[in-house]
């Protein structure tokens, strides 16, 4: 089992839409929480970083932890075409650790005009 | 520009050849990441360099790799003898070492071996 679990995708939404976009994980040492998105062929843009539990918000972008489920969401409101790329989660402990991402697979997602 | 930049972006070579690729991280950032990055996957962490010096190397970085970083500035991934499980996009990642968990990415260089 891998310790980042990320529904690949492609999920399609239509324009305007509420998306949610969800990781799972394993390991309860996890304390940063970050999401990245990639456009196709270029390199990852960090969107978002959240430390231990809770939510952040940021413009149209939420992202949420349950350290308790071990799931963490990003939430996009007023989805846009242009918000057509992977979504990657990322993680990594505290302390002398957090420079040691652990990414997901990336979900895919289109959002239809 | 100031974020993160690769060179080159693209690399074809031929099977046994070697290559080199360049980072030059955000000016201010003392550490510096390398990942790999196949298709349908994430980035995989290979080795980071805060300053000069080469903390740590993953498993995933054979004896073929080597990288280096020698003024604390900019950093180059050598691959030697390149494989064809070799061909993969290779980001290049910065830092500052009190906030690791904001790590900006650049554009990567994507690598194809024949």
């Known amino acids: 089992q891998k310790e980042v679990e990320q529904d690949p995708g492609p999920l399609s939404v239509p324009e305007g839409a509420i998306v949610s976009l969800n990781c799972t994980y394993s390991n309860s040492a996890f304390q940063y929480f970050m999401w990245y998105r990639q456009y196709s062929r270029k390199g990852p843009e960090l969107l978002m970083y959240t430390y231990s539990s809770g939510n952040k918000e940021d413009g149209r972008f939420t992202a949420q932890v349950d350290k308790s489920s071990k799931y963490i969401s990003l939430f996009i409101r007023d989805s846009q075409p242009s918000d057509s790329a992977t979504y990657l989660c990322a993680m990594s402990r505290s302390g002398s650790g957090t420079y040691k991402y652990i990414f997901g697979t990336g979900t895919r997602l289109k959002v239809l005009a | 520009d100031t974020g993160v930049s690769q060179n080159p972006r693209h690399k074809i070579t031929k099977r046994g050849q070697n290559v080199t690729f360049r980072c030059d991280p955000i000016?201010?950032?003392?550490?510096l990441y390398w990942y790999r990055q196949t298709l349908g996957q994430g980035p995989e962490f290979l080795t980071y360099?805060?300053?000069?010096?080469?903390?740590?190397k993953s498993r995933l970085l054979s004896d073929r790799f080597s990288a280096e970083r020698p003024k604390g500035s900019f950093s180059t991934l050598e691959i030697q003898r390149t494989e064809q499980g070799d061909s993969a996009m290779y980001l290049c990642a910065s830092s500052l070492s009190d906030r690791a968990y904001e790590q900006y990415f650049g554009p990567g260089t994507r690598l194809t071996v024949t």
């Open positions: 360099f805060q300053n000069e010096a080469q903390l740590e």
């Open positions: 000016s201010e950032h003392n550490r």
